[in-house]
């Protein structure tokens, strides 16, 4: 059996730890991604969709009786539902603005999220209750690993892959790509620029609504999540570069082990590893990590 006990032990607990909470980073931020490198707004309120997604399930699960697993799709579904109706009663009327109307629209809609949260749930952190299943710990190669956040990686690496596909071999990830290059000229050649746009954004609305629903446990839910982790979201797509995949999932682990490493091993300044991480990133690639491709 591996001799995974003392620092070795633990240096490998601090990265899966790190790539189960950089996963799911990655599935809250990939929302953003689009919207900011696709569609080319500045949707700070991205956070409050994820919350929307967290509260879906509290409710599903505590008030209707429905399973953890079965609350997530109905998380999905719900959020991107909001997002289609938010993107045809307000967000479309910005597309064409300054970043600064952008930005302090999508602030200021951030904080009626949580004023409403507030008002509807109350302030408290939101309890979650797994399936027997995915809690504890799970045994592998001699290392006990936790079994939710091995399901974490696992669901995150499904979507990631199916993501890939739709963006790159089908084709409304062709009329994505067509919409966003020349809207003019995709409108031209049939292609419902507007409809592409709204189902978009539905989908980054729907993922960020499933990452707020599967961060329960791990990030915790209440009004204040969407202020608390807004700065960690802009980090994943800032580093990573937006409109693309691989550049948020790899920005995403970079930030969660780094965060997790540094409040593990140096918890006075741990908070501030990842700020220091993201100025050396853009000093180095300012436009991020794959900000000049797609994927």
């Known amino acids: 059996m591996p001799p995974w006990g003392g620092p070795?032990?633990?240096?490998?607990?601090v990265l899966f730890d790190g790539v189960a909470y950089g996963s799911l980073l990655f599935l809250i931020s990939l929302g953003l991604s689009v919207t900011l490198g696709l569609m080319n707004f500045v949707n700070l309120a991205h956070g409050a969709?994820?919350?929307?997604?967290?509260?879906?399930c509290v409710t599903a699960m505590g008030r209707l009786g429905v399973p953890f697993l079965a609350s997530l799709p109905l998380a999905f579904l719900a959020t991107a539902a909001l997002g289609i109706v938010l993107e045809r009663t307000l967000y479309r009327r910005l597309y064409r603005a300054a970043h600064l109307d952008q930005v302090l629209f999508s602030i200021g809609l951030t904080f009626v999220a949580s004023a409403a949260a507030t008002y509807v749930f109350g302030?408290?952190?939101?309890?979650?209750?797994?399936?027997?299943?995915l809690q504890g710990q799970v045994r592998v190669m001699g290392l006990e690993l936790g079994a939710y956040?091995?399901?974490?990686?696992?669901?995150?690496?499904?979507?990631t892959a199916l993501l890939g596909a739709l963006f790159t071999s089908t084709r409304f990830g062709a009329q994505i790509r067509a919409s966003?290059?020349?809207?003019?000229?995709?409108?031209?050649?049939g292609i419902n620029v507007e409809r592409v746009f709204m189902l978009t954004f539905a989908l980054g609305s729907g993922?960020?609504?499933?990452?707020?629903?599967?961060g329960i446990d791990v990030l915790g839910l209440d009004p204040s999540f969407p202020i608390r982790y807004?700065?960690?979201?802009?980090?994943?797509?800032?580093?990573?570069?937006?409109?693309?995949?691989?550049?948020?999932l790899c920005a995403a682990l970079l930030l969660g082990i780094c965060d997790v490493a540094g409040k593990y091993y140096l918890p006075q300044i741990g908070a501030f590893v990842i700020y220091g991480l993201m100025v050396i990133s853009l000093i180095a690639w300012p436009e991020g990590l794959y900000g000049k491709r797609r994927a």
């Open 230 to 248: 807004m700065v960690y979201f802009l980090l994943v797509v800032a580093v990573g570069g937006a409109g693309t995949i691989r550049g948020p």
């Open 49 to 56: 969709f994820a919350m929307f997604g967290g509260y879906v």
């Open 180 to 189: 966003v290059d020349n809207q003019v000229a995709a409108a031209g050649l």
């Open 8 to 13: 070795l032990g633990n240096l490998i607990g």
């Open 123 to 133: 302030s408290g952190q939101q309890p979650v209750v797994l399936p027997a299943w």
């Open 207 to 214: 993922l960020a609504g499933l990452g707020g629903g599967l």
């Open 149 to 159: 956040r091995l399901f974490l990686i696992a669901l995150v690496l499904l979507v």
